[in-house]
């Protein structure tokens, strides 16, 4: 039972909620741990990797209490600093929590979180820039215990953009003594989540959403209850796969604000797009035009994290393209499971090119990891004949229940 069976050719017509993000949840579900008392954490989405969150935090002492997507975290017990080797390997965010563990606690030990297909994605740059904050880091063959007597402001000029080093990075300052700067910073809307959380608990960050953020330890910072936005990629894939399967489809929620490269692709290949107050309806795509680029970057720019939703999209758009993969290095594992379903595309570094012959067929494809995974289930929505997709539980880290939300919305799948 751990695939979708998905039976193509039925068209999208409906609404549906855009969750709560998982990219703003984990580290705000983090930084609570800077605070002592309870936080309350709206909008989360029901998804493992928050569960999995939610069972370190406890693994650590805290009393973790969910009622639908509120999460209740009381910190109060806080007491280990060890973090247990099982969880930490199946999350890579689990990383975010040692700047917050340093700033509470003074010591944190963990294992290396696991890399994953999207390429090595290694922990270095955390390491070396908590280095320049006053802790000391024992690094062993598995992983590393790092200490700190108190952390220390400095001025970081990092090589270049990491959103969990900018992360990481304000979770260590926000209680630090003296002025942290972190240049460039990471700019993504979940990085401005994370700081208007902070700066509602009593955290002195300036330049949220720019590339320099300057901020200044305070001593204490007080429980406060917040909502996390819309996650902007859950919305983009179900603009995705009313592009692939065609029909028209209400994004309750989604957060259009921080979708406009997302959406200003989407009308280039073709898709119709209505604004709504609370939300976008979004009509298919015509297969008419020329050949679409994508290159990937960070925020503003067209994110990683929707490149395989739409290389699914070309593949069936009828025009081909390329798309370009600037962020990981190894982000094209989707393409071995696309020609299964009949997709022509081609790999020359890190730029892929898709053939525009606009049909694909049922096959029984992988998933290997969260996004590429979605784009499977969405690609085999516009193809003729029935599609299974395994290793479902990549997709259950970060979308909830696509099943049923893409059930509701027409779509013919079911779990296998
Ligand atoms: C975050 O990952 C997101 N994850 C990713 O979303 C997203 O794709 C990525 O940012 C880029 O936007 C979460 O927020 C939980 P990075 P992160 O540090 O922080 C290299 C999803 O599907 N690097 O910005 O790991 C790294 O290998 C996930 O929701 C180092 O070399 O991304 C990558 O090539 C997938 N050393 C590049 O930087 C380090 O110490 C950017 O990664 C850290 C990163």
Redo the contacts with the bound molecule.
């Keep these: 039972m751990d695939a979708i069976r998905i039976y193509g050719g039925s068209c999208l017509d409906g609404q549906t909620t855009i969750q709560g993000s ?2 703003a949840a ?2 705000i579900l983090a930084a609570t741990l800077l605070i002592d008392g309870t936080c309350e954490i709206e909008n989360c989405p029901e998804i493992s ?1 928050v569960f999995h969150m939610q069972r370190l935090l406890e693994s650590l002492g805290c009393t973790v209490e969910r009622e639908e997507t509120l999460i209740r975290v009381d910190t109060a017990g806080l007491s280990e600093c060890d973090m247990p080797s099982d969880s930490v390997g199946v999350m ?2 689990s ?2 929590l040692v700047g917050a563990l340093l700033a509470r606690t003074g010591r944190v030990c963990m294992e290396y979180p696991g ?2 297909v ?11 820039s908590l280095r320049r904050m006053g802790v000391t880091i024992k690094e062993q063959e598995k992983g590393f215990c790092a200490e700190t007597p108190g952390l220390k402001g400095a001025e970081m000029k990092l090589p ?8 990481n990075l304000i979770l260590a300052a926000v209680l630090a003594d003296g002025t942290t700067t972190i240049e460039p910073a ?1 700019r ?1 809307p ?1 990085i401005q989540a994370l700081c208007e959380f902070l700066q509602s608990a009593g955290a002195h960050i300036e330049g949220s959403g720019t590339q320099r953020l300057v901020i200044r330890g305070v001593d204490k910072l007080t429980p406060v209850r917040y909502r996390v936005p819309a996650d902007r ?1 859950v919305a983009g894939t179900y603009l995705c796969a009313c592009m692939c399967a065609g029909g028209r489809v209400f994004l309750k929620d989604a957060p259009v604000h921080h979708m406009e490269s997302v959406l200003e692709q989407a009308a280039a290949m073709g898709a119709a797009v209505e604004y709504e107050p609370d939300g976008i309806v979004v009509t298919g795509m015509d297969h008419a035009g020329t050949a679409d680029v994508v290159t990937t970057g ?2 503003p720019a067209f ?3 929707m490149q395989s939703p739409f290389m699914a999209v070309m593949a069936l758009s009828g025009r081909g393209g390329r798309i370009e993969e600037t ?3 190894n982000r094209f594992r989707i393409v071995s499971e696309l020609r299964r379903m009949g997709a022509d595309i081609t790999i020359h570094g890190n730029t892929a090119y898709v053939a525009g012959n606009g049909r694909l067929h049922g096959a029984i494809v992988q998933a290997q ?3 590429g995974g979605a784009a499977l289930v969405i690609a085999a929505l516009g193809a003729d004949g029935t599609s299974i997709v395994t290793n479902r539980h990549y997709i259950d ?2 979308y909830e229940d696509i099943v049923l939300s893409l059930r509701d919305l027409g779509a013919d799948l079911e779990l296998a």
């Design positions: 998982k990219n984990l580290p990797d890579r965010s990383v975010m890399g994953c999207i390429g090595a994605r290694p922990i270095d740059l955390h390491l070396r270049f953009v990491s959103v969990g080093v900018t992360e990471a993504e979940e990629i960070c925020y994110p990683t994290d962020v990981f290095e990891e969260l996004r880290r970060g």
